[in-house]
Structures are given as structure tokens and as C-alpha cells.
């Protein structure tokens, strides 16, 4: 398991705070991103990483043949168990090795504002862990925020990384500096290009989302 580096410690702390989201009703753009999401996991066997406070897990839980929904927080995935979600099992399993999820494979996966917590140089890592749990050509929805002009969370970039950051900070007084990266179309499309077929992207503000199959590298030219 993932050692409890600032990414994990902000999210542990964080889940009692993240838990009281779940009190507010879907509106705008989020409606429109549970319509999708239902609409693909319906009837078939769903892979969730980094699920959180189990926000989406909720919609898409009920809906699918069976899900299967992973976060490395234990304190994300305690509130996940309280919602008591149907179809649902929930594993405390590190997004870049997904280990515990055993021999199935899934028709559909997605996970919701996780990308741009991913260091560029565990991209290849996290992508190639996530899709050889899923079945060649399986959907993907993938969702994540675009930055908000009036965005109050600092946010820079490290030379020695090459992935930019932000510094959060929770009630309890602790700040956390996190990778948060803001992809563009461009750098999405570059990013996927080695695994996405039919590649579909929807970017408009507070958040880009898109859906691609997962590319069947047994029939890739060369
Ligand atoms: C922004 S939250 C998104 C939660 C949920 N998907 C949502 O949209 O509400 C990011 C989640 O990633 C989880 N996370 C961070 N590092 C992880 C890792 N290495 N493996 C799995 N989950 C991780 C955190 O615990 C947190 O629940």
C-alpha cells in the first residue's frame, strides 16, 4: 500500500469534509455526468478507482451488474460503507497496482477527479495497471476540474517534476501540497492517444469529461 505521503494524508483528513457533499443534490453539470455514468454502467461489471466518499459509486453502484470501487483512503472507503451502496464491494487497493482486485475483468471503468493527481512520470504506471483490468475494448469515463479564474488554492509547478501543484488547506489547520494538474483538450488527447479508440471529450467549465475503449493492443498495427 501506498505510503501515507501528503496526497493520502490530505485525503484522509479530508473525508470527514468531503462526507457532507454527499447532503447536497446533484445539479447542472454533475446531473449530466451521473446521466452518462449510469447510462454506461448499466448492467455491466464496473471498475471505480479512487472512489472517495463513494459520491458517484451511489448512481453507478445500483444500476451495474456489479461494481467494484477502490480508493487507498480507509477513511474515504468508511463513509463508502455507510451508504451501504447495492452491487457494490469496496476495496482499500492503490490506484497505480489495483492488486486486490483479483482475476475479473470489467466491461466499464471510470474514476472521477483522480487524473490530476497522477504525476506525469506515473501516467504510463496507473494506465497500464487500470486497463489490464478491463476487457479489450471496454468504455472508460474519465472526469476532472478545469481551473476556475477565481480559484483561491495556490497553484505552481516544481522544474524537478514537471507537474504543477496546489497548496490545500483543510479546517483542522494543516495545509497539503498535492499534484492537481489542469489538462487541456490538446493534452488529453496526447495522453490517451497509446490507449483510447472513439476517444469522445466534453470541456466545458467546471469540468472536462470524456469517454474513450480501451484499445485491444493485440490488433495494433507493428
Ligand atoms: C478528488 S478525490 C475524488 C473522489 C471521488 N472520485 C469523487 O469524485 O468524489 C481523489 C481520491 O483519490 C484517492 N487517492 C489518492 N491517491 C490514491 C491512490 N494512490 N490510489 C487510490 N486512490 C487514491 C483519495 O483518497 C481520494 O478519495
Known sequence: MTERDSMHAYYCDR??????GLEI??????????AELTAQAKGRAVLEVACGTG???RFVGPVSRRTTATDVSQEMLGVVRSLQIPHTRLLHDDAYR????????????CAMHWVSHIPLARWAEFFTAFHARLKPGATVMLVDDIRRPDDADPWYSKLATRDTYE?????NG?????VKTFFSPDDLRTLLEPYADNLQIRYERP????????????YKAG
Do not use: C
Open 15 to 20: 473525508a470527514p469534509y468531503m462526507a457532507k
Open 55 to 57: 459520491y458517484f459509486t
Open 167 to 171: 497548496t490545500r488547506h483543510l479546517p
Open 174 to 178: 494543516d495545509d497539503y501540497e498535492i
Open 207 to 218: 469540468r472536462w469529461w470524456l469517454t474513450y475503449n480501451v484499445r485491444d493492443s493485440r
Open 25 to 34: 443534490a446533484p445539479s447542472g453539470q454533475v446531473v449530466e455526468i451521473i
Open 98 to 109: 489495483l492488486e486486490k482486485v483479483g482475476e475479473e475483468r470489467f466491461d466499464f471503468g
